[in-house]
Antibody, heavy 125, light 111 residues
Framework: EVQLVESGGGLVKPGGSLRLSCAASGFTFSTYSMTWVRQAPGKGLEWVSSITSTSAYIYYAASMKGRFTISRDNAKNSLFLQMNSLRAEDTAVYYC??????????????????WGKGTAVTVSS | QSVLTQPPSASGTPGQRVTISCSGSSSDIGSNAVIWYQQLPGTAPKLLIYSNNQRPSGVPDRFSGSKSGTSASLAISGLQAEDEADYYCAAWDDSLNGFYVFGTGTKVTVL
């Protein structure tokens, strides 16, 4: 069964750090791009960061760039998100997801076909 | 980072057809494929439609997607109680500060 399981969430003070992990199973992790998406309480989905299969390309949303670092360990089928200088507005459920992307007739498709159940991060004093 | 615009809510009675719109720009929907995700209450999002109008295996054919210019639509025909959920459109964004943008989300209520 294809599965993604996030961990590492919790309560952290403003300015603090947290490292999220995502354990993948049931598919060849090293051949897929991966992404983190978050959802603040009662709010919509927000893309956070993506990493290609070999870590050659990494992308961040503007509001996370410089504070968050995405990485992966293909030998351990794991995805990570290091979050520093956390703010109250970073409070959210963080989902990891598998990505499929490519180009068809000049149009780029990019979507998440497998999602984890999420891990909750609360930034509060 | 720009977002795609959706109506906050939509509703219908069982069996009705409901349509959700998604408005973007030339750098996102206008240039790239539209995706739709369904999020049932208290659960993680689920892929519903990819590449504008393609359904993953297991998604009922009463869900359909379309795209025209810088807008897209999701239609649910034969609405069922289990379709009550939040629906999000998404697309890759080619603009300088964008990468992947989600819609604002639409809550579908089955009356």
């Amino acid at each position: 069964e294809v599965q993604l399981v996030e961990s590492g969430g919790g309560l952290v003070k403003p300015g603090g750090s947290l490292r999220l992990s995502c354990a993948a199973s049931g598919f060849t992790f090293s051949t897929y791009s991966m992404t983190w998406v978050r959802q603040a309480p009662g709010k919509g989905l927000e893309w956070v960061s993506s990493i290609t299969s070999t870590s050659a390309y990494i992308y961040y949303a503007a509001s996370m760039k410089g504070r968050f670092t995405i990485s992966r360990d293909n030998a351990k089928n794991s995805l990570f998100l290091q979050m520093n200088s956390l703010r109250a507005e970073d409070t959210a459920v963080y989902y990891c997801a598998r990505v499929l992307g490519g180009t068809v007739l000049g149009s780029y498709y990019y979507y998440m076909d497998v999602w984890g159940k999420g891990t909750a991060v609360t930034v509060s004093s | 980072q720009s977002v795609l615009t959706q109506p906050p809510s939509a509703s219908g009675t069982p069996g009705q057809r409901v349509t959700i719109s998604c408005s973007g720009s030339s750098s996102d929907i206008g240039s790239n494929a539209v995706i739709w995700y369904q999020q049932l209450p208290g659960t993680a999002p689920k892929l519903l439609i990819y590449s504008n109008n393609q359904r993953p295996s297991g998604v009922p054919d009463r869900f359909s997607g379309s795209k025209s210019g810088t807008s897209a639509s999701l239609a649910i025909s034969g609405l069922q109680a289990e379709d009550e959920a939040d629906y999000y459109c998404a697309a890759w964004d080619d603009s300088l500060n964008g990468f992947y943008v989600f819609g604002t989300g639409t809550k579908v209520t089955v009356l």
